[in-house]
């Protein structure tokens, strides 16, 4: 009997350590969801993505003082839940819309995120994100660019990155003042891939242009993951347009410039809807040959001892990568969702969900070069900018465009190899 | 005709010819054992990262990595029919789709985690660049893997038609209970007929490493052109393999320029069904 009552007390004892515990551990630790292909034929993209918010974590869980003013880098945690650290639970997307759906709904059932970020490819974005809706937890986006994932009127999706309508803005705008420098300009053609993201910038660019009264001359749609695109190739090459788009995935991307090369085509201006043509592993890959390609971006270095150059620094520390425009934005939404937390001072999804509503973030407190961070009701970031690149020595993307923000000139025409 | 077409044709029969090379491996599988292997895409894929390997190491081409390549897929061809083919046969069909299947994922996975998911590439000039021929741009690591294609193709019906070892292989697949009492030994037979159809495949892997991408998961792609090769030439026939492929390759090449290249799968998968639709053992299968 008194065995017994022991026995009784012991368990009791141990059921309140154990709710007490992971009442005290939740306190400490905000658990956010990332939804990433980790796997498949954007698993190069998604391992980039992956690294990149290891090393925000670290400067948000650790205290960074050399960051200065940056979000969340000075002390250890997040000053507004009492320095607790930021927990990221990845989920495997696999690239698949319907993988993606599925992480995410295991993370907010299972792991109980309280926000998420992902998912990289537009498409996947789109169903991963529509579950987050469902379930009421914040959904920030920093890498998505089709511009129908603001137009469903969800209340718990955000974006911060620039969307199809700033870069066909920025494309026209680039190509209206290479046109002023004496470049032929006269005749485009879109090469673009069937999936949300391909068709949606191809869409919105052709839209675009045609509105100012320059018609799209070629669109060559293809299906992804092509095994081969000579006929792409030699269509173009027979209709000789001043300037390719090109649309595409990295596997696509570096098979395009490998049968140009092969072909002997150069189009006069390749401008590269980044993506693919941004994947470091393009570079690596095909970049001795596709020498001069025009390509968007928000991201740049920045002098040294800036945030953005130690960002950069702990980033090629971590993966021996150089950091790339699409890994770049990713991270920055990863921040604005942080910083959104710390702010609410609540893991409660629908504080959070206010906060980020409330975002007004400066140039100065951001990696990427947006004006700011500020969403509409529709949850874009209307602040979001970028700028042209150009891969001048077939190594390393430079800024070429607008002039204030250049670091050289544009090289026309296209090198190639 | 217009130089460009013709040019789209060259570059189709090219094409083609890679894929009855990556092809003619699984239909040889298939024909002795009646086993479909879903890791044929993987296997190509190890066979690039073997060329791959060759290159960084020595910084040597296929000279040296294709040969290596052979090797090093022949030698798993027999470990993987010892370890894993001997046993699932016994099976039900669904574990040898499952298992096969199951070998695709982990070798796809192993080859992630120790290379990771970056897209790789060998040098463009790694076989004499690009040449022009009446006109013509013809790259020269593209006429190599045709030219290894059409030879594999030959020697492996001459292995299979013409020697006594190919009697013995076609016997244990016509009936491997007879061949034994003939003093056949089966597992000999299909040990060895794995190792040629693995070393093929890794022949071809080597190959088209020199002009495609490498990236663990680039099997996945090219696996579908190889199944819609080995059923559209029949399954088990490696001629049937070759011309199913050198079809395919022009009439894809052909469809992307003309009609465009969105539409080039649809033309070939149409014109695929409706081909089996009245002969659905393929071009040169056995009924």
């Excluded at chain 1, 920025?170 to 068709?199: N, P, W």
């Excluded at chain 1, 800036?306 to 770049?328: F, H, Q, V």
């Excluded at chain 2, 033309?267 to 071009?283: A, C, K, S």
Aim: neutral net charge; aromatic residues 10%; proline residues 4%.
């Amino acid at each position: 009997m008194k065995f017994k009552r022991i026995l009784g007390l012991l368990c009791a004892a141990s059921i309140f350590l154990v709710a007490t515990g992971s009442a005290w551990s939740q306190e400490k630790t905000v658990k956010i969801g990332a939804v990433f292909p980790l796997s498949g034929n954007a698993a190069t993209a998604g391992a980039h993505t992956k690294a990149a918010i290891e090393v925000a974590m670290d400067i948000i869980n650790n205290a960074h003082p050399e960051f200065g003013n940056f979000p969340l880098a000075k002390n250890a945690g997040l000053a507004g839940l009492g320095g607790a650290k930021v927990e990221v639970v990845f989920g495997d997307n696999q690239g698949s819309p319907a993988t993606g759906q599925n992480q995410t709904l295991r993370l907010i059932t299972e792991d109980k995120v309280v926000a998420i970020t992902g998912a990289y490819q537009s498409g996947v974005t789109l169903t991963a994100s529509a579950v987050a809706e469902k379930y009421g937890i914040p959904f920030v986006n920093g890498e998505s660019v089709a511009a129908n994932l603001t137009e469903r009127g969800f209340k718990w999706f955000f974006r911060v990155t620039p969307i199809a309508s700033d870069i066909a803005r920025i494309y026209y705008e680039f190509l209206t003042d290479m046109k002023a420098s004496g470049v032929k300009t006269d005749s485009i053609a879109i090469i673009h891939d069937t999936t949300e993201y391909g068709v949606s910038v191809a869409n919105v660019v052709t839209s675009a242009f045609k509105e100012k009264g320059q018609p799209i001359a070629l669109d060559i749609p293809y299906a992804i993951n092509a095994t081969d695109v000579q006929g792409q190739v030699l269509q173009l090459k027979e209709k000789k347009p001043d300037v390719a788009i090109m649309i595409a995935y990295t596997p696509d991307a570096i098979l395009y410039q490998k049968t140009m090369q092969a072909l002997d085509y150069k189009p006069p201006m390749i401008i590269a809807d980044d993506s693919g043509y941004s994947d470091p592993s393009f570079i690596k890959a095909v970049g001795k040959i596709s020498q001069g390609v025009f390509n968007r971006s928000s991201w740049s270095v920045g002098p040294a001892g800036s945030p953005t150059a130690l960002i950069a620094e702990m980033y090629k520390k971590k993966t021996g990568d150089d950091m790339d425009d699409t890994t770049g934005r990713a991270m920055q939404a990863f921040f604005v969702l942080c910083d959104a937390i710390d702010r609410a001072g609540s893991t409660d999804p629908a504080k959070i969900q206010a906060a980020l509503r409330a975002t007004d973030l400066k140039p100065d407190q951001l990696m990427m070069g947006y004006k700011g961070v500020k969403f509409d009701e529709k949850g874009q970031n209307i602040l979001a900018s970028g700028l042209i690149i150009q891969l001048q020595d077939g190594e390393s993307y430079v800024a070429v465009w607008p002039k204030a923000g250049a670091a050289k000139t544009p090289i026309l025409p296209y090198k190639g190899w | 005709m217009s130089l460009t077409l013709l040019q789209v044709i060259a570059g189709g029969l090219l094409l083609g010819a890679v894929y009855a090379l990556f092809s003619s491996g699984l239909t040889l599988v298939w024909g002795m054992m009646n086993i479909v292997n879903f890791a044929h895409g993987d296997f190509v894929m190890l066979g690039m990262y073997v060329a791959f390997v060759v290159y960084t190491l020595f910084g040597a081409g296929p000279w040296l990595g294709a040969p290596l390549a052979v090797l090093v897929l022949a030698t798993l061809g027999v470990v993987v029919y010892f370890g894993l083919i001997r046993g699932i046969m016994k099976g039900p069909m669904l574990a040898q789709i499952l298992g096969t299947f199951g070998l695709a994922l982990l070798l796809r996975y192993s080859v992630f985690w120790w290379f990771g998911a970056n897209f790789l590439s060998l040098p463009e000039n790694l076989v004499g660049g690009t040449f022009d021929f009446l006109g013509l741009r013809i790259q020269a690591s593209r006429l190599l893997a045709g030219t290894v294609a059409l030879l594999v193709t030959l020697g492996l019906h001459f292995l299979l038609t013409r020697t006594s070892l190919g009697s013995k292989m076609l016997a244990v697949a016509e009936d491997s209970t007879a061949a034994q009492l003939m003093g056949i030994r089966p597992d000999t037979m299909q040990a060895i007929a794995w190792a040629i159809a693995a070393g093929a495949t890794g022949l071809a892997g080597a190959l088209i490493a020199t002009f495609f991408y490498i990236v663990p998961t680039v099997g996945e792609t090219l696996a579908i052109v190889a199944f819609v090769t080995v059923s559209l030439g029949g399954f088990g026939s490696v001629p049937g393999a070759l011309v199913a492929g050198l079809l395919i390759g022009v009439i894809e090449s052909l469809s992307a320029y003309l009609i465009g290249a969105v539409y080039k799968d649809m033309v070939v998968y149409t014109l695929f069904l409706g081909f089996l639709w009245f002969r659905p053992q393929g071009l040169m299968g056995k009924t």
